[in-house]
């Protein structure tokens, strides 16, 4: 034990993550340590308008021979080279023999034949633009194309579960510059998402006896915005509007981590009316400007949305539309923080606390460096 005084700036401590019942080790120390270890290179920004090698261009074959539409606003088609497909055998006790062996324990081995199907979203036919550089209107049409994907594939009784995503920058794995997203959709809710509805309901089981549509996360936004007046210490909020609120979640694991969660109680994105879409977009637009203004670069991420698994789930009823920005950089534009070592044999550890990450977020301008 020490005579010091706790200081959540200075000393270690681990934070809860109700939405998946995990914990995160926060050491802000760290992040006064040199750094000699791995720095990436920096991003090229310069791309035409059009690149006529470009898979994803208007009008433009495709790897498989298949050509793109010359479309003029967000574009959507089936992907190329799918991770899972609408039709397949099934996985037989003796197909698993195959890989596990005969009289293979099912406790020990166990197989499920997924299908599915995946799409590419192209945000817009401009192969040197990214999400924050489109305009408002834009974003609404990618919003729209969300709410039109997602309303056709739960029509789909083969399909249990829908994500949408997007991997901005090669540093996240994007295998193409251009600004597009993707939708896979799964015979089975996946474990990510399964573990937030699991909480999701037994938080509306405890406290159902009194508060029949008790909720997480409208319980959470409710708690941040008291927290967002009543000192800058327990500010977690970047921005926020009428609809939607941006924040630095209090058990945060990348170092620039942000979640958007509806301020009502919103289950998929279809339930959006035309106001509340363009709050959306507002908020994806205002955030993801912020991203790119903190190192005057393109900031990658990996996002994605959480909401009821279809529109017709019956566990539709618990869930709450938000989606998580995932952003590796940590110190500035070629310097990224690793999930490794302690991270993947204990548990998730950032440098930096959720509060000192949301003060550097909340400074910033919502207009893009490349527009000033």
């Not at 791309?47 to 498989?64: H, S």
């Not at 995946?118 to 834009?138: G, M």
């Not at 990996?302 to 539309?321: F, Y």
Request: charged share 20%.
């Amino acid at each position: 034990m020490s005579d010091e005084e706790f200081s959540f700036s200075d000393h270690s401590h681990r934070r809860f993550n109700p939405l998946t019942d995990s914990w995160v080790l926060c050491s802000p120390h760290r992040a006064k340590r040199p750094w000699l270890g791995q720095v990436e290179e920096a991003q090229a920004e310069q791309r035409p308008q059009y690149d006529a090698k470009c898979y994803l261009c208007p009008g433009n074959k495709r790897a498989t021979g298949a050509q793109n539409d010359n479309y003029t606003s967000t574009y959507v088609f089936p992907n190329d080279y799918a991770a899972v497909h609408a039709s397949q055998p099934d996985c037989t006790a003796s197909d698993i023999e195959q890989v596990a062996g005969k009289d293979a324990s099912s406790e020990l081995f166990r197989v499920q034949s997924t299908r599915g199907q995946c799409s590419v979203v192209c945000f817009s036919p401009r192969h040197d633009l990214t999400l924050p550089e489109l305009s408002l209107d834009e974003i609404c049409d990618v919003v729209g194309a969300w709410k039109s994907i997602y309303t056709r594939l739960s029509d789909d009784p083969k399909i249990n579960y829908i994500q949408l995503f997007e991997n901005k920058g090669s540093m996240m794995g994007c295998s193409n510059p251009h600004p597009h997203g993707q939708v896979w959709a799964l015979s089975e809710i996946p474990s990510e998402p399964a573990k937030e509805i699991a909480s999701l309901k037994k938080f509306n089981q405890r406290h159902s006896p009194k508060t029949p549509d008790a909720c997480l996360l409208c319980s959470y936004v409710e708690a941040e915005e008291s927290n967002a007046v009543a000192s800058e210490s327990t500010n977690r909020v970047v921005l926020q509007n009428d609809s939607f609120m941006a924040i630095v979640p209090f058990w945060a694991v990348w170092p620039f981590e942000t979640m958007i969660v509806a301020k009502s109680h919103i289950s998929n994105i279809n339930q959006l009316n035309d106001h509340q879409t363009r709050h959306l977009a507002q908020i994806i637009q205002g955030l993801t400007c912020r991203y790119d203004n903190l190192f005057q670069c393109s900031f990658p991420y990996s996002m994605g949305l959480h909401q009821s698994p279809t529109a017709n789930h019956p566990d539709a009823a618990c869930c709450h539309l938000h989606l998580h920005f995932y952003p590796p950089l940590l110190r500035n534009s070629t310097v990224r923080k690793f999930l490794v070592g302690f991270e993947m044999m204990a548990e998730p550890q950032r440098d930096l606390t959720a509060e000192q990450a949301a003060a550097r977020l909340r400074a910033l301008s919502s207009i893009h460096y490349k527009q000033k």
